[in-house]
Each structure stands twice: as C-alpha cells, then as structure tokens.
C-alpha cells in the first residue's frame, strides 16, 4: 500500500508528521468545528491546537505503517495546499474476521461535487484488493440523510440499528450499522 494515491480530481495521502501537515489538519477540523463535532465524541480542550494536531498525525502514521488504521486526507489536485477533506478505515482486523470499519468528513465547501464518493472509492477498493479485506463497516446516525445515501451508493447495506450505541457530545446515540462485501 502507498501512502499517496491520485483518481481524476483529488489527491489523497497519509500525511507524515509535520508542523505544515499540523496547521492544515488544526484549520480543517477548526473550520468545520460546528459540523464535525455534531456527529463525534466530545473533544479534548487541547484538540484544537498544533500540538494535539502534531500527536493525532504521528499515531495516525504509525498505525498506517502497520496496516491497522488509514486516514487519507484529501486534496483537489487544482487546490493541493488546503484539506478538501479525509476518509478513514480504521480497526482494521485480520484472522478470522478481516474487516474495518469506516467513516469520512468533508468541508461542506466540497460538498455535492462527488469527491467523497471518488475517494471513498479508491479507499475501498485498496482495503479490498491491497489488504485483503472482507467486509467493511460504517455507522451513521439516523439524521444523516447525505452519509446514509453516500454509503447506499457505494454498494453498502443497512444491517440495523444500533441502540444508543456511540457517545456523541456526552449523549448515548443510536447508529444505523452498514456493511459492504466484498
């Protein structure tokens, strides 16, 4: 598996620990704060800083050199300096299971142009082919209209529902649970 991939309009890389890598992850995540944080555990004080930033990005590249989770942060080739946005696939399990799971964020500048579609297509098809995957997972909250409709159109299937499953700003919230096959 490389660390930088390309499809027709985006460039997606696991990007290695540096304070230029830091500042653009801390100004995508600060910029969609509001968004991002609707969906997600609660944040540390320290979260929105370059130092959290830096340490986020080191754990994220060591796990990728060890296959066990792959964060592409996504780039438009015309703008490659500013974060478009990032695709994950994380707890990735061999042995009996051989699976991941997934999730995505896109700054909603990006949004209704297909980039989460075009990189969450190479991402899942590296997963399969590159790591041998059998099954990948995403979970997505009920109000979600736009992930549940991105996850139908990359082939994922509703599974069911999660019962007050993954905390969400302090609440136990129910999760809608897709699944692709390979």
Not at 116 to 140: K, P, T
């Amino acid at each position: 598996m490389n660390f930088n991939y390309e499809t027709p309009r985006l460039i997606l890389k696991i990007l290695k620990p540096s304070e230029q890598a830091a500042l653009q992850t801390l100004d995508f995540y600060y910029k969609n704060r509001t968004l991002f944080e609707r969906y997600e555990a609660a944040r540390s004080a320290d979260f929105y800083t370059r130092e959290h930033q830096s340490l986020i990005l080191t754990k994220e590249y060591n796990l990728a050199v060890r296959k066990k989770c792959i964060r592409f942060w996504v780039y438009e080739k015309e703008n490659p300096e500013q974060i478009a946005g990032t695709v994950c696939f994380y707890n990735i399990t061999h042995l009996m299971y051989d699976r991941c799971e997934t999730g995505y964020k896109f700054d909603p500048v990006h949004w209704r142009k297909g980039y989460a579609r075009e990189a969450m297509e190479l991402g899942i098809s590296l997963m399969f082919q590159d790591l041998n995957l059998h099954r990948i997972e995403a979970y997505v909250m009920e109000d979600n209209a736009a992930s549940i409709r991105l996850l139908k159109n990359l082939g994922f299937q509703y599974e069911g529902t999660l019962r007050k499953s993954i905390r969400i700003c302090g609440n136990w919230e129910d999760h809608m649970l897709f699944a692709r096959l390979r």
